[in-house]
């Protein structure tokens, strides 16, 4: 007689990547010398809903925008574009990469001392309403130019990428 036992990680996932892509905004807030109080003080918030959109993948993009409050032109982006096919055939190990956050800061650049930032969920039409976030309008990245860094976190079929913007 056989048996089988078959473990659903994505759940187990969905919670690791989303802690630690809410982890990785924090190191890369500190690391562009910008107060990092307001982020903790709302990580249940920003957890609860980065994990409702991972599980239901409607999650395509976290964004930390970094932009001057007086005249509100963006200065930096980091974006961690999400894959839920990242590892189809992953035997479930959770990770996480953060000197692919150190590297982008270090390719970023400096941020001037009177830049403030937000963190945006970019979702599919149809997701989940979560308390504590609205909809909004991304500053523009006109002035900006994008590029890739790597993958940073992930967790079974499920992984973002860091990109950011200078």
């Not at 107060?35 to 976290?62: F, I, K, N």
């Not at 189809?88 to 956050?101: E, I, Q």
């Not at 590297?103 to 963190?119: D, E, F, H, N």
Request: net charge positive; glycine share 8%.
């Amino acid at each position: 007689m056989a048996t089988t036992v078959k473990v659903n990680t994505y759940t187990y996932a969905t919670s690791h990547v989303a802690t630690n892509l809410i982890r990785s905004l924090k190191q890369l807030v500190v690391g562009c010398g910008m107060d990092a109080s307001r982020l903790v003080g709302s990580w249940q918030t920003l957890e609860r809903g980065v994990a409702a959109w991972l599980r239901s993948q409607h999650l395509e993009r976290l964004i930390l925008e970094i932009y001057d409050p007086r005249t509100d032109r963006l200065a930096k982006r980091f974006d961690f574009d999400i894959d839920y096919s990242y590892h189809p055939a992953g035997n479930g190990d959770l990770w996480l990469d953060a000197d692919t956050v150190a590297y982008a800061l270090a390719k970023a650049g400096t941020v001037p001392s009177r830049c403030s930032y937000r963190i945006v969920a970019d979702t599919r039409l149809g997701a989940p309403d979560v308390d504590g976030w609205t909809s909004t309008t991304l500053r523009t990245t006109d002035h900006l130019r994008r590029r890739s860094v790597g993958a940073s976190v992930g967790g079974g079929d499920l992984g973002a990428s860091l990109n950011y913007w200078k």
